[in-house]
């Protein structure tokens, strides 16, 4: 069975087509819920370090935040970018790369919340509805991960990833845009950038559905959950920073 392309380049259809090789030495199929535990494990690793991060953080005088965000940023991709090319190895890197990026994401989280009190919850609460809400639509074939669909949201996630690329090299050199200096332009622009992480929920529920659905091996569970995190951090940190657009402009 051929799958759809997912935006998402963690489940992308190459990433599951390949997996079939190791079909025959799994005692077990991927579940759905064998899925949602594996998820839910990442998740309480995410949650761990997290919490772990925003206390030494808001501590304020124990360790420079820089050092959690950047070391859990980089440690993250470092396990994500193995966890891409070792899916077989995803129960083992998915789980550390969950604990790193509890470090990046309590430790900016703190800070956010530092100047702006009560927007994490607001960024948490959001991101939950959201997920409920893009689950209820993609269940309710009210959103349909058509071929134009993927193709459509596969060229607009690429253009984020672009344009944070090339912000991020000019910013090295003085340069870059800030959305807070754009007004509502920046936050106009920060909006499209949440519908586009949003719906790219959709294309993950998808191809988790299409792995179970072709009998995946056992560890594609914690490689699932692993991409669908990918996703949901994303959500969260724009989210994150579409309050805090909105805040600076009231």
Known sequence: MRFGKSSNPILSEKRFESMHAFTNVSSEPMTLNGTLNKTLILFGALLISGVFAWNLTKAGNII?????????????????????????????????????????????????????????????????SILLVMLLLYRSGLIKATPKFKKGLLIATGGVVVFYALNFIASLFGGGISLANLGALGIGISLVIVVIAAMNLILDFDMIENGIRSGQPKFMEWFAGFGLMVTLIWLYIEILRLLALLAGRD
């Not at 965000?69 to 995803?90: D, H, Q, R, Y």
């Open 64 to 128: 420079n935040p820089m050092i959690l965000i950047i070391g859990g940023a980089i440690g993250g991709l470092i396990f994500a970018v193995i966890t891409a090319m070792k899916p077989e190895k995803s129960s083992i890197t998915a789980p550390i790369y969950a604990l790193f990026e509890g470090l990046f994401v309590g430790s900016i989280s703190a800070m956010y919340d530092s100047f702006l009190d009560g927007i994490v919850m607001q960024a948490i609460g959001l991101t939950l």
